[in-house]
């Protein structure tokens, strides 16, 4: 048998590198791990990157991102953990030989790690009520045969208590196997809240459940906010072929004409399937504006790759500076489609994440533009509602004045603007090396 441990995370970068790093030896032993993103704007996507065996985009919250990773997890049993929360290292053995001895679900027992004494005494009767009630919740770390997953319908479409829910589907099937090995979780929401404030809450909301309360009204007292829809909106891709010596120039130093030609390769094929994954979920389309030609060695073997090609608008860019091509591709698009607003990126960000193009569709349901600026003084990724090409025309590009140029050019349009937080390209050596550094989890 085979375990797929499910860790669904929202702007966990904090810590999530450490986290996931903590699971290798579990995945040394076989098990699987699978990382849903309900839409981070963080360093999540990418710490992520490496560590996952899976790594998927969902709709934010808890249930429909567990589901999704079951989904697409290989597994024979899924482990659903919070990204907050670190098994014992023998955590894939207990599991697999409960089993294997018949359980169809359980968890383990729950330490909360937090500097307030009563931490302790909340995490006791957590267990405690688990073991009476055969309620297990999400910080303990559930696990269910993917059979008994199926069985019960996995977890019910709501924004809170889906642990409650999906315990009291499977008591039907069999009692929980109870693991007295336990699982640390951060004890942050408590005291973030206050300790006796969350314990409060957290029964006031368990009684209410249990009396019939709607889940989605329990979450907005306990604070959670509804994601806004999602508007549909059009992804297109700037890229240029990896040719050795042609491409990432300015990396040559460090890694040589083959290697800097290699990243940028790396780097094309990341931005592809970030803005695929989040065009899926706006139900639209990725365009790929190629530069020289499509006939260019890496973009033949794109057009062949399973499926990779006809999920892709293809276009060449024409002559001309940067701003000459992106006010030709926006023309292009809103020719063909007016009214829907179009994300231009290129593929030189590597902490670039489709929850990064999720916010930016957000942002243009409300603005005219919106930018996600670069720390050179550039800008990452631009947006549009309406073709603008005043927007491109007189601007230094190549330059730190880049942002403060375009910033002139949207006022000068009359259109308002919204920007993201700052991002980073990588184009010196001291780039690659930032690069390589955060994906080591060690920051910048």
Not at 143 to 157: H, K, N, P
Request: glycine share 10%.
């Amino acid at each position: 048998m085979r375990l797929s441990i499910i860790v669904p995370v929202l702007n966990e970068g904090a810590t999530l590198a450490a986290r996931l790093d903590a699971l290798a030896p579990l995945r040394a032993r076989g098990a699987e791990r699978v990382v849903v993103d309900g839409g981070s704007t963080d360093d999540s996507w990418m710490l992520a990157r490496p560590r996952a065996d899976r790594l998927l985009l969902a709709a934010r919250g808890r249930a429909a991102q567990m589901n999704a990773g079951a989904a697409a997890a290989c597994g024979d049993v899924l482990l659903f953990l919070h990204a907050d929360t670190a098994l014992p290292l023998q955590a894939d053995r207990s599991v697999l030989h409960a089993v294997q001895r018949g359980a169809a679900w359980g968890r383990f027992d729950v330490q909360i790690d937090g500097r307030h004494p009563m931490l302790r005494v909340v995490g006791a009767m957590m267990n405690a009520r688990s073991r009476y009630s055969g309620i297990a919740t999400g910080d303990q770390a559930i696990f269910i045969t993917r059979e008994a997953f199926a069985r019960v319908g996995g977890f019910s479409a709501q924004p809170l208590m889906e642990d409650i829910e999906i315990s009291r589907r499977l008591k039907r099937i069999a009692p929980p196997c109870c693991l007295r090995e336990r699982v640390v979780t951060s004890g942050r929401r408590w005291e973030q809240r206050g300790v006796w404030h969350t314990i409060a809450l957290m029964w006031r909301l368990r009684a209410s459940y249990f009396f019939g309360a709607d889940a989605a009204e329990l979450a907005q007292r306990y604070g959670y906010r509804t994601e806004p829809p999602l508007p549909h909106t059009h992804v297109a891709v700037l890229a240029k072929a990896p040719v050795p010596g042609l491409a990432k120039t300015r990396l040559i130093p460090a890694l040589g004409a083959r290697g800097a030609a290699r990243v940028q390769r790396r780097f094309a094929l990341h931005t592809l399937r970030l803005a695929g994954q989040a065009a899926q979920r706006m139900g639209t389309g990725v365009q790929l504006w190629v530069a020289p030609s499509a006939s260019q060695r890496f973009f033949r073997a794109l057009r062949r790759s399973a499926g990779a090609g006809e999920a892709l608008q293809w276009h060449e860019q024409p002559s001309g500076d940067l701003g000459a091509r992106m006010a030709h591709a926006l023309a292009t698009h809103f020719s063909a489609n007016p009214g829907l607003p179009l994300l231009l990126v290129g593929t030189d960000c590597p902490p670039l994440s489709p929850g990064h193009l999720l916010a930016a569709a957000r942002a243009l349901a409300q603005h005219d533009a919106v930018l996600i600026p670069a720390e050179d003084g550039g800008y990452v990724l631009i947006g549009l509602r309406r073709p603008c090409p005043a927007v491109f025309e007189g601007v230094a590009w190549s330059t730190g004045s880049v942002l403060a140029q375009t910033r002139d050019r949207l006022r000068d349009a009359g259109l308002n603007w919204h920007e993201l937080p700052t991002l980073w390209d990588v184009d010196t050596p001291d780039d690659w090396a930032r690069w390589q550094r955060t994906l080591q989890g060690q920051g910048a």
